[in-house]
């Protein structure tokens, strides 16, 4: 019998987190410059700003439910296939039926 493989983990270099967290923080900050620069009242800027900062935290929210959503659907398969290659490796073609 042949073991399938456990899928290997992809891990991300220290470069490709640092991009990302450089490409979020020129993000934020050209919309902080921009909504400062506007030339609108302070209650204004306020809400746009607030606005900006529910958009950014229901983006990281949506992302990790994602991520759980797919962790969880790949634990579950990975275990109903362990239990189909149990069932598999007892089965006996041959074995007369009782």
């Not at 983990?9 to 990302?20: I, V």
């Amino acid at each position: 019998m042949s073991e399938t493989p456990a899928p290997v983990k992809q891990q991300n270099s220290t470069a490709y987190y640092g991009q990302a967290i450089a490409s979020f923080a020129v993000a934020i900050g050209a919309v902080a410059i921009g909504v400062y620069s506007l030339d609108v009242s302070g209650w204004i800027r306020a809400f746009l700003a607030v606005s900006v900062l529910y958009l950014t935290t229901s983006a990281f929210t949506l992302a990790k439910v994602i991520r759980d959503r797919q962790e969880a659907d790949q634990l579950v398969s990975r275990v109903d296939q362990a239990r189909l290659e149990k069932i598999l490796a007892e089965h006996d073609p041959f074995k007369p039926v009782a």
